[in-house]
Structures are given as structure tokens and as C-alpha cells.
């Protein structure tokens, strides 16, 4: 089970700071990624990071914004963002599956419950 939290609203510009979390003792061994889905389009890859070594790949909308790191001590993942955008807006999911990640969200098993991002002008 994910658990996600942070979202809200910020103005154009600021920045907000999501956290995925699970009680699972194998989380070390998943690979998680950060999906959003925006008004009006499909769910989007917005970055991950690997299991076996932490490489993160970001989406280029994002890429230069956004920060994703895990924190296995506390097994979670966060997502910083920053300089945020209107076009930004939308529903944020984290996911995670067994090993190698993916920009392919049907290669994810688990889900968070989604948490909501707003950016206004």
C-alpha cells in the first residue's frame, strides 16, 4: 500500500514537496515512479526512481523542476517541485513495481491514492 501527501495549492512559481510512503519491509526492492494526470489529458510519467540503484530519469516537462529521491530510512519517496507552472495542475500519483522501472504506467502494480496539485496564475 502507497501513501501519498503533500499536495495543495501554490501560485505560479512556488513550490510544493509530495511524499510517498509504505510500511512494506521489501520497498528496497521497488522501483517507484511519479505519474500526474492534467484536465483534459492522459496520465503522464513525470519521473522514477530505480531500485537497484537509484538512477532517476524525469520527464522533460519537468525535468530542471522537479527533484525525486528516496529516503529508505524512512521508506518513502519524496518529490520536490519547484517553479511550478499552471500547466502543472493535476492529480499526482506515485506507483512502484518489483524491480526495474518504467515510464510505462501498466508496468506499475501498486498505486497511490493520488493527491491533488493545483497552480494558479
Known amino acids: 500500500q502507497l501513501l501519498e501527501s503533500g499536495g495543495g495549492l501554490v501560485q505560479a512559481g512556488g513550490s510544493l514537496r509530495l511524499s510517498c510512503a509504505t510500511s512494506e519491509r521489501t520497498f528496497g526492492s521497488y522501483s517507484i515512479g511519479w505519474f500526474r494526470q492534467t484536465p483534459g489529458k492522459e496520465r503522464e510519467f513525470v519521473a522514477y526512481?530505480?531500485?537497484?540503484?537509484?538512477?532517476?530519469v524525469y520527464a522533460n516537462s519537468v525535468k530542471g523542476r522537479f527533484i525525486t529521491s528516496r529516503d529508505t530510512a524512512e521508506n518513502s519517496v519524496w518529490l520536490q517541485m519547484n517553479t511550478l507552472r499552471p500547466e502543472d495542475t493535476g492529480i499526482y500519483y506515485c506507483a512502484a513495481k518489483p524491480y526495474r522501472a518504467s515510464t510505462l504506467e501498466y508496468e506499475y502494480d501498486y498505486w497511490g491514492q493520488g493527491t491533488q496539485v493545483t497552480v494558479s496564475s
Open positions: 526512481v530505480d531500485w537497484s540503484n537509484d538512477a532517476i
